[in-house]
């Protein structure tokens, strides 16, 4: 079991994820057949501590992401979009927020659009409720989910042709706020995207 331990600042009353589980699947090697727990200290100050992930870039980066690689968080302890792929076009994105601490909720907007221009097939939504939306623009080709989080995780879960490239925007009260992406990646746990738009491609099919 591996853990990494970091001190920061986020959102004016936000944390990370205070612990953020990968769950070996298919698509990672041996070396990660347990678990990684990012645990992280809670720390409320002038914002001293706060480790800058760098500017965020204006043109879209590629990365990959892990076939059968998945992210577990406790509801309500941590700020954070997560994005699974669960391989044959299977895809999930799903949202968390540190409202047990902050007492506030998060709205979240994600919008994902297959860079081929192909269809997004069988969207369905997963745990939203209230005014929370998950709609299809008319083309096929673009997904929105708005959801507001708060002790329990929200999401989407859609279709793509296997190994179909995605583009990943997203919003946090809306801002753009690509630090609080994560997925994992050539067997590693990214925290924080380098661009926002993000652009995603399955290890495998």
């Given at each position: 079991m591996l853990s990494s331990n970091r001190s920061v600042k986020l959102r004016s009353l936000a944390?990370?994820?205070?612990?953020?589980?990968?769950?070996?699947g298919v698509g990672l090697g041996a070396a990660l057949s347990g678990c990684i727990i990012v645990s992280d200290d809670d720390v409320y100050d002038d914002g001293s501590s706060y480790v800058d992930p760098?500017?965020?870039l204006d043109e879209p980066i590629q990365v990959a992401i892990?076939?059968?690689?998945?992210?577990?968080?406790?509801?309500?302890?941590?700020?954070?979009?997560?994005?699974?792929?669960?391989?044959?076009?299977r895809w999930r994105v799903w949202t968390a927020c540190d409202t047990?601490?902050?007492?506030?909720?998060?709205?979240?907007?994600a919008f994902v659009t297959t860079l081929d221009?192909?269809?997004?097939?069988?969207l369905?939504?997963?745990?939203?409720?209230?005014?929370?939306?998950?709609?299809?623009?008319?083309?096929?080709?673009?997904?929105?989910?708005f959801a507001t989080t708060s002790t329990d995780f929200d999401g989407m879960t859609f279709e793509t042709k296997p190994?179909?490239?995605?583009?990943?925007?997203?919003?946090?009260?809306?801002?753009?706020?690509?630090r609080f992406v994560y997925w994992i990646g050539d067997a590693v746990l990214h925290e924080?995207?380098?661009?926002?738009?993000l652009d995603l491609k399955p290890s495998v099919p």
């Open positions: 944390l990370w994820p205070s612990v953020l589980t990968l769950v070996a760098g500017p965020v892990d076939t059968g690689a998945t992210l577990e968080a406790t509801p309500g302890d941590g700020v954070g979009m997560f994005v699974e792929y669960a391989g044959e076009g047990k601490t902050s007492e506030v909720a998060c709205a979240w907007d221009g192909s269809e997004i097939e069988n369905a939504s997963e745990d939203i409720e209230g005014h929370d939306i998950v709609e299809q623009n008319s083309r096929g080709d673009t997904i929105h989910l190994g179909t490239r995605i583009q990943l925007e997203m919003y946090l009260d809306g801002l753009s706020q690509p924080g995207a380098p661009t926002n738009p």
